[in-house]
């Protein structure tokens, strides 16, 4: 199509664009051909947007002629993600650069997606708040950017990621409409799937986001350990405590040495690891807690505990961590920052794994991590020039994703998949899983123009080898309703999707129903890595029971009915800052597996969450994984609200509802035609 | 003639271009600080992606060099993205690298004759352009009976905007200086390099500077130097550049060698740049830069009024000349001076590190890009609410000048110098 008519296309590009604002010089094509990854596609133009008007008028021309079409921010994309793999029009938010409102009453921020992260952070010091997700590119990226891929950052641990500060978005969908997305919707999270989505399913044009008061008090401390061992110990140890720090950052040997030799920030240099700790909050609970920490840390051999509270001394503390990726950018011409994350107690492990990986390959790695969250950035520095060197990098990260899906844990953590790890997304996920994502990006974007062949294996792909350890097994219960409904799907018979039953009231003939309440049991509690896995039909009073026995916490209100109820009827929607994966049963009899037990993970879409409230129409709920904690805590960012709205679906509910039940067999009178 | 230098000083050691360049791993970082990225939003007009288009023509991805000079010609040569990344790629080196290769050995009729003048006929320059000056004074002269009416007005603000043009000099700074018979004295400590900007088109910068070196460091000496060879460096003479820096290199055999416009003293304090493959010169140059010094990095805090400073000059801020920051890394000598002088009415300039869009020429090659650069920074100024900004490099004082006569007149700018000798010597 592209090539029938581009003079036609350009020209119609050209008339919605502002002046100057519609590239296609050769230098112009070359210089969208990258962005921070090593993988290249040229694109065929480049529209500048102003607003949103512009960016549907462009998506409108493009569909109109089968263009495929990628929107980009600023282009600090690890993972080939905003390459335009296709060609087409490389649609640029970066123009779209307005703050359009900050609101200190009720703790929110409007943003255009071109804003960089950096000056949204410095316009809310002004008045003394702060947003959360912190990415270390913050000072070049954008929001928009941020969205796409579900950026994290340090002080994710303890306030979330992106999607967790997401309130509402405005988009232009792949059929030209402009949509507006929010928590507070009913039905499913169709607003949850697009964070992340790394721009297959539409654009970003304007972000709602959650901002924060300043805490009262930040204290950062630096611990310097004798092995990475008792390193992880200190950090399994401060978890197990019940104190969220703001920040757990974790470094090398290798990595100090680098530091040290660059930036000479005063890391003891004879740590096999060091911890930075940041603990925020009321200054009397930041002594309580830092007493706490540093106890932990002597006991595990600390032998240097350094705190600091005054903004100078802390900054100083922060220039090793900021200067480790600067000082490794140094040693060579580029860096590969790979992005495994696993379960918390599986980092020891991990660790030791990776070490004798780097050194089979004979790659110079350091080691920087996200240690309060599993989340490991392995740093390899290599010159791309050198095309041997480049594989064996290549090679030593896929090897080391491959052992990280295999201890239980995923291929990215906050840098997207892109199309650097679409092939490992086969070593994480079962076929019936990425049939689904694949049927998702199907029917939200029947002509596949929206950054068309990224995050899902293609066909041409390597042979699909899972590397994920197998699943957790089903009970009895499990296995029987399983069984059921795949015998009804099997005959076309539609089911009517109970739990407890104090959600839905109608009265419904009892042959039609499917009860999901035997499922009922715990599945696994990981005690060290603070996962829980339980069948979906558990009663939100045994659940509550069950985790005080055994000393966790899990802040999920009283109320009747089961958990699967509790997600599915969106009656409390804080469930989705702690839902890490789910089993779910689908109507063609397939059973997908989504998350699992680690604490932050941006592979694949968000479905979980889009089952949020979509009462059963899509899925059967089998078991859910939550992330628990050892003690409660306030947490200000987190949103707590209550409905339980039943929803009429509109047309973009219509076309999810045919990538999991196309035949309409759950809770058919949802989706039924009115 | 020499076409292109073979080895760049960079950050990590000399490096040839190829691997200068590809020290840009496209982390992106520099993108918000590149001043031509953020007003365009072209990634082409970005510290990394001019570093990638210099990489595409070194690696013959990009086959017509011309098809690359909007993009090279459009840099403001900052430095800001050299600041902003880690491995300090030197982006505006690499950029002049480009050039080169683009000209491949042409140099503009004009910048050729300018070079000539400079280098050659510095008395035929300066006759050429008193007559310019002569020039425009009689065609504002109307402005001098203006300023009356203005001033009965209360619109006192506009007429000292003017006066950045009416000054247009007609004695210049080497006269006053030779005129009081300083020439010829006795070597002692300091040398003061007489800039072209100074020279020609601010006398007054000159004459605070002297001031303010003999008020702390006693009397020193002037000689009669050569233009330092920026602008034939930056429009693509080396071999012109390479004469004038040697002839001064030869002139001044002296410790310490002071100058108060940022761009020439950044460049003085490059000079082994242009001869790092030169056995016999480059351990000069490299022995002649450590004695030179910027007087923004150099003015005492001792011996300075301090007690009323405040209220006769209202709120001041600073605007980084990018050579003196980029290209000297002189950030807080300045600030700490201003703290110290003004305490509360010294108010730090939003993005103070951007450059104005002066930069040399640019002004005149991409008057555009330069008037939208320069707006961005005139409304910084305006917020400020200062109504002095002092800035130290002459691309600096005309640009802001203009912008500032032509947006906020509220404001005037100054050179450090002056401001100092001014208000607190």
């Known amino acids: 199509m592209w090539r029938d008519h581009k003079v036609k296309i350009i020209a119609e ?45 462009a998506v409108q021309i493009c569909l109109k002629h089968k263009v495929p079409y990628v929107a980009r921010g600023a282009g600090t994309n ?22 359009l409102e900050i609101d200190t009453q009720s703790h929110f921020a409007v943003v255009e997606p071109g804003v960089v992260n950096f000056r949204l952070q410095k316009e809310l010091e002004g008045v003394g708040f702060f947003y959360a997700p912190d990415p270390a590119s913050y000072k070049a990226c954008t929001l928009g950017g941020n969205v796409a891929e579900n950026a994290g950052g340090p002080r994710c641990l303890k306030y979330g990621v992106t999607s967790n500060h997401v309130l509402a978005l405005e988009c232009v969908m792949p059929n030209g409409d402009i949509q507006k997305w929010s928590l507070q919707d009913s039905g499913p999270e169709i607003m949850s799937l697009l964070v992340g989505a790394e721009g297959t399913l539409g654009i970003v044009t304007k ?13 950062t401390s630096l611990a310097a350990f004798p092995s990475l061992e008792s390193a992880i110990e200190a950090v399994s140890e401060i978890i197990a405590s019940g104190v969220v720090p703001r920040t757990l950052e974790a470094m090398d040997r290798v990595t100090v040495e680098a530091v040290e030799s660059y930036v000479h920030a005063g890391y003891p240099l004879q740590a096999e690891a060091v911890l930075l700790i940041e603990l925020d909050g009321t200054s009397s609970r930041v002594s309580k807690e830092s007493k706490i920490v540093q106890e932990i840390c002597k006991k595990h051999k600390a032998f240097e505990y350094r705190v600091a509270r005054e903004f100078q001394e802390r900054e100083k503390l922060w220039e090793g961590r900021r200067g480790a990726y600067a000082s490794l950018a140094r040693l060579a011409p580029n860096v590969l920052v790979e992005d495994g994350v696993v379960p918390r107690n599986k980092l020891s492990e991990a660790l030791k794994d990776i070490k004798e990986i780097a050194a089979k390959h004979e790659v110079k790695m350091a080691l920087l991590f996200h240690a309060g969250d599993g989340n490991l950035h392995p740093n390899i520095i290599f010159d791309e020039r050198n095309l041997f060197e480049t594989k064996q990098v290549k090679r030593a990260g896929y090897e080391i994703l491959k052992h990280c899906v295999s201890l239980g844990g995923s291929i990215s953590g906050e840098h997207g998949i892109g199309v650097d790890k679409r092939v490992a997304m086969s070593w994480l996920f079962t076929p019936p899983t990425l049939n689904l ?70 009265p419904f003939r009892r042959e039609d129903i499917l009860y999901t309440n035997g499922l009922d049991q715990v599945l696994e509690l990981d005690d060290s890595n603070y996962t829980l896995t339980v069948e979906a039909g558990i009663t939100l009073h045994v659940l509550k029971e ?66 949020i409230g979509s009462w059963g129409g899509l899925a059967i709920i089998l078991d ?44 058919p009178w949802i989706f039924a035609e009115r | 003639m020499a076409e292109h230098l073979e080895v760049l000083k960079t950050d990590l050691g000399e490096r040839g271009v190829y691997d200068s360049v590809s020290q ?46 909007e993009v090279l010609s459009s840099c403001l040569l900052c430095g800001a993205c050299t600041s902003a990344c880690y491995a300090h790629v030197p982006t505006a080196e690499l950029v002049l690298e480009g050039r080169r290769t683009i000209r491949g050995g042409k140099v503009h009729w004009l910048v050729r004759y300018l070079t000539w003048l400079l280098k050659d006929h510095p008395h035929l320059l300066a006759w050429q352009l008193k007559c310019v000056h002569l020039v425009r004074r009689l065609g504002i002269s109307r402005w001098v009976a203006l300023s009356g009416i203005l001033r009965a007005l209360g619109l006192k603000e506009l007429e ?8 247009a000099p007609l004695k210049f700074l080497h006269e006053y200086l030779g005129a009081n018979g300083q020439v010829k004295s006795k070597v002692t400590g300091w040398s003061y390099f007489t800039s072209c900007g100074p020279n020609y088109l601010y006398p007054r910068v000159g004459l605070a500077t002297v001031d303010l070196l003999r008020k702390f460091f006693g009397e020193g000496r002037f000689i009669k130097n050569s233009c330092c060879g920026l602008p034939a460096y930056n429009y693509g003479d080396l071999e012109s550049a390479k004469t004038m820096a040697k002839k001064n290199m030869q002139s001044f055999n002296v410790s310490l060698l002071v100058g108060d416009c940022s761009s020439c003293v950044a460049f003085l304090k490059n000079y082994d740049q242009l001869f790092l493959d030169d056995p016999v010169w480059k351990p000069k140059a490299q022995a002649f830069s450590t004695k030179v010094k910027d007087i923004i990095e150099m003015i005492p805090m001792e011996g300075l009024r301090t007690s009323d400073l405040g209220l006769r000059t209202g709120l001041v801020t600073y605007h980084d000349s990018c050579r003196a920051r980029n290209g000297q890394g002189v950030v807080s000598a300045p600030r700490e001076l201003f703290k110290a002088l003004l305490g509360p009415r010294y108010v730090e300039l939003p993005e103070s590190e951007w450059c104005c869009g002066g930069a040399g020429a640019f002004s005149f090659t991409h008057p555009e890009l330069s008037q939208e650069v320069l707006l961005r920074k005139i409304s910084h100024v305006a917020s400020t609410r200062a109504e002095v900004v002092v800035t130290s490099s002459t691309s600096c004082l005309i640009q802001l000048a203009h912008g500032l006569k032509k947006y906020y007149p509220d404001c005037r700018v100054m050179h450090l110098s002056e401001f100092v000798r001014n208000y607190a010597s």
Not at chain 1, 78 to 99: E, T
């Open chain 2, 160 to 167: 000292m905007a003017e006066f950045q043009v009416q000054e």
């Open chain 1, 13 to 57: 590009l050209e008339r919605v664009a502002d002046k100057g604002r519609l590239l296609t010089d050769e230098v112009d094509i070359l210089s969208y051909t990258y962005d921070a990854a090593l993988d290249r596609a040229r694109p065929e133009a480049i529209f500048i947007a102003r607003d949103a008007a512009q960016v549907q008028r």
């Open chain 2, 24 to 69: 840009c791993s496209r982390c992106g970082y520099c993108l918000s600080a590149c001043p031509t990225y953020v007003v365009t939003g072209k990634e082409a007009f970005s510290g990394r992606g001019r570093n990638q288009v210099v990489r595409m023509m070194v690696e013959g991805k990009i086959k017509k060099a011309s098809l690359a000079e």
């Open chain 1, 78 to 99: 690890l993972s080939g993600g905003c390459i335009p793999l296709k060609g087409g029009v490389v649609i640029s938010l970066v123009g779209m650069d307005k703050i």
């Open chain 1, 437 to 506: 994502f694949r049927r998702l990006k199907k029917f939200l974007d029947p002509d596949n123009l929206s950054n068309p062949d990224k995050i899902i294996p293609l066909a041409s792909d390597q042979e699909p080898i899972l590397f994920r350890p197998s699943s957790k097994g089903w009970s009895f219960q499990a296995q029987k309703i399983i069984e059921m409904a795949r015998e009804r799907c099997a005959h076309k018979i539609s089911s009517v999707i109970i739990g407890s039953g104090t959600k839905l009231s109608h």
């Open chain 1, 207 to 219: 972000i709602w986001l959650k901002i924060l008061p300043m805490p009262e008090m930040i204290e």
């Open chain 1, 546 to 611: 069950t985790l005080k026995k055994k000393g966790f916490y899990l802040p999920i209100p009283d109320g009747k009915g089961s958990l699967g109820g509790l997600i599915s009827a969106k009656a409390w929607g804080g469930v989705r800052d702690y839902l890490l994966g789910m089993r779910l049963l689908l109507a063609n009899g397939d059973v997908v597996e989504l998350g699992g037990n680690v604490v932050k993970n941006v592979a694949g879409y968000d479905v979980p969450k889009l089952l």
């Open chain 1, 624 to 667: 859910v994984t939550l992330k628990v904690f050892a003690q409660p805590f306030p947490l200000s960012s987190h949103i707590s609200y209550l409905s339980s709205n039943f929803f009429v679906p509109n047309n973009w509910h219509r076309r999810i509802k045919q990538a999991f039940d196309p035949d309409n067999l759950f809770n």
